[in-house]
C-alpha cells in the first residue's frame, strides 16, 4: 500500500508537467497541421512533393508508441490490442510493418515478426532534436517509395482518468477538400510562393505531429498510472482492513480459550 502510494504521487507530480507540456503545444501543432492542408489545397494540380503522394496501400508502416514500464492499467494492452487489430483486419491484403516505441509494446509485438526496428530509448529522453531524426528516418523511407502509407497508434490524453486510442494517419498528407482553401486564397498574400512555402514547412509539420503523440502519450502514461495506483491503493487499504478484522477476531479467540482454561483449572482445583 506505502510503495502504490508513493508511486501514484509520483505519477502526479509528473502528470502535471506532462499535461502543461502537451496542452501548450496542441494549438501550435493542430495549426500548422490545418495550415499545411489549406495550403496543399489551394495549390495547383501540377504540385509534387514526396510526402503527398497517394500511392496504393501495398506496404503500411504501423508506429505503436506505448510505454517503458508497466504498472499503468491498460494502457500499454489498448495499444498492442489496436496494432494487432489493424494487421488482421484493415491492412490484411498490405504488407504490414512495424516500429515501436516503448518496451512494454516492443516486447510483445516483436511476437508478430512484423518488426522493423524499435526505439524504446526515445521514451528516456523525450525532446525534440531526438524525435525529429526518427521523424525523418520515417519520412526517408516514405518518400524512397519503401512504404505507402505511415500511420501511428497512441493514446491521446484527454484527462487524467481518460485516455483514447487514436489511430492517426501520418504520410501521405492529404490536402483539405473543404472550401476553406478559397478563404485561404482569399486571406493570405504569400511570400515567398506558396510552392516553396509549402515545402518547408511539411518536414517541420511532419516532425511536429510526432513529437505531439509522444508528449500525448506520455501525459496518458502518467494520468493512467495515477488512476491504476490510486485503484490499488484504495484496494490494499480494504485488504489490510480486512486482515486487521480477521486477525483482532483470532486474537479474541485466543484469549477468551486462555481465560476459559484458566477459569476451568481453578475450578478444578476448588474442587
Not at 519520412?139 to 487524467?160: G, H, L, P, S
Not at 503523440?213 to 485503484?231: F, I, N, P, Y
Request: overall charge neutral; aromatic content about 6%; charged content about 20%.
Amino acid at each position: 500500500m506505502q510503495i502504490t502510494s508513493a508511486m501514484k504521487m509520483v505519477s502526479a507530480a509528473k502528470l502535471k508537467k506532462a499535461q502543461d507540456a502537451i496542452t501548450a503545444m496542441r494549438p501550435y501543432a493542430n495549426t500548422l497541421s490545418t495550415l499545411i492542408q489549406n495550403l496543399s489545397s489551394a495549390l495547383e494540380g501540377d504540385f509534387q512533393n514526396p510526402y503527398t503522394q497517394v500511392r496504393e496501400n501495398k506496404k503500411v508502416l504501423l508506429v505503436a508508441i506505448t510505454s517503458n514500464r508497466g504498472l499503468c492499467g491498460a494502457f500499454n494492452a489498448n495499444i498492442i490490442k489496436k496494432t494487432r487489430q489493424l494487421i488482421e483486419t484493415t491492412y490484411a491484403q498490405s504488407s504490414v510493418s512495424l516500429i515501436t516505441i516503448g518496451k512494454k509494446g516492443s516486447e510483445i509485438l516483436l511476437k508478430t515478426g512484423k518488426v522493423q526496428s524499435r526505439h524504446d530509448a526515445l521514451l528516456d529522453d523525450l525532446n525534440y532534436e531526438n524525435t525529429a531524426q526518427m521523424a525523418q528516418s520515417i519520412m526517408d523511407q516514405f518518400a524512397q517509395q519503401e512504404v505507402d502509407e505511415v500511420v501511428f497508434i497512441y493514446n491521446q490524453f484527454k484527462n487524467a482518468a481518460t485516455q483514447i486510442v487514436e489511430v492517426e494517419p501520418f504520410l501521405p498528407i492529404i490536402p483539405n477538400q473543404s472550401d476553406e482553401k478559397s478563404t485561404t486564397q482569399a486571406d493570405y498574400i504569400f511570400e515567398p510562393e506558396k510552392v516553396e512555402i509549402v515545402n518547408q514547412l511539411l518536414p517541420k509539420s511532419l516532425k511536429m505531429q510526432l513529437f505531439k503523440a509522444l508528449r500525448d502519450s506520455m501525459a496518458s502514461e502518467h494520468g493512467a498510472r495515477m488512476t491504476a495506483m490510486h485503484k490499488a491503493t484504495d484496494n490494499a487499504t480494504e485488504l489490510r482492513d480486512q486482515l486487521k478484522l480477521t486477525y483482532n477476531k483470532a486474537r479474541q479467540a485466543a484469549i477468551t480459550n486462555e481465560i476459559l482454561e484458566i477459569v476451568g483449572g481453578a475450578e478444578a482445583l476448588n474442587g
